[in-house]
């Protein structure tokens, strides 16, 4: 099973500023089956990025991803109010179980 | 536009089964896996298993023993029964297409395990 840790547990930024959200594999992650997900509370989580730097529809561009093999990033270029949510890396490239990070919440400072 | 609706008993006592279903309108079972994904405070986001309409099942393997999915391509459901619940499997239990990643959730249920 593929361990995702997730780092840090809590980034406080003001809107406006840039987050990077970290995401390190227990071992490499084929290829590049890496997504993010976006939760907000009382929603279900939904998919940001796939296959680690494609958008899903409708994402806008101040989001993106990055990284291969076990460490991978993904960052907001400059914070919204509506990007203040907890945020989840997820591997699809081995075999199952599928594994989710722990979540790293975004909060206002 | 797919949509997923998950449906299902909110409180199951210690020791029964929890029988859900994700019913899916606007579109087919073919195609996808689909997959029950659950959320606790304590575990996070749980992968639980996968079924396609006619393919082989995958489960959790710490899950596996208690866990079996179903598919009725003539209603357009898919079903979970977890059975021997404990209060450790009270979570929000999602049905989730995966197209590799998960790109549909369902809302979600909150199935609490409660005598």
């Known amino acids: 099973e593929i361990v995702l840790t997730q780092s840090p547990g809590t980034l406080s930024l003001s809107p406006g500023e840039r987050a990077a959200l970290s995401c390190r594999a227990s071992q490499s992650i084929t290829r590049s089956y890496l997504a993010w997900y976006q939760q907000k509370p009382g929603q279900a989580p939904r998919l940001l990025m796939y296959g680690v730097s494609n958008r899903a529809t409708g994402i806008p561009d101040r989001f993106s991803g990055s990284g291969s093999g076990t460490d991978f990033t993904l960052t907001i270029s400059r914070l919204e109010p509506e990007d203040f949510a907890v945020y989840y890396c997820q591997q699809y490239g081995g075999s199952p179980p599928l594994t989710f990070g722990g979540g790293t919440k975004v909060e206002i400072k | 536009q797919v949509q997923l609706q998950e449906s299902g008993p909110g409180l199951v006592k210690p020791s029964e089964t929890l029988s859900l279903t994700c019913t899916v309108s606007g579109g087919s079972l073919g195609g996808y896996f689909w997959t029950w994904i659950r959320q606790s405070a304590d575990k996070g986001l749980e992968w639980i298993g996968r079924i396609s309409a006619n393919g082989p099942n995958d489960y959790c393997p710490s899950l596996r023993s208690r866990i079996s999915m179903s598919v009725d391509t003539s209603k357009n459901q898919v079903s979970l029964k977890l059975i021997s619940l404990t209060a450790a499997d009270t979570a929000v239990y999602y049905c989730?297409?995966?197209?590799?990643?998960?790109?549909?959730w369902g809302r979600g249920t909150l199935v609490t395990v409660s005598s």
């Open positions: 989730v297409r995966e197209n590799w990643y998960f790109d549909l």
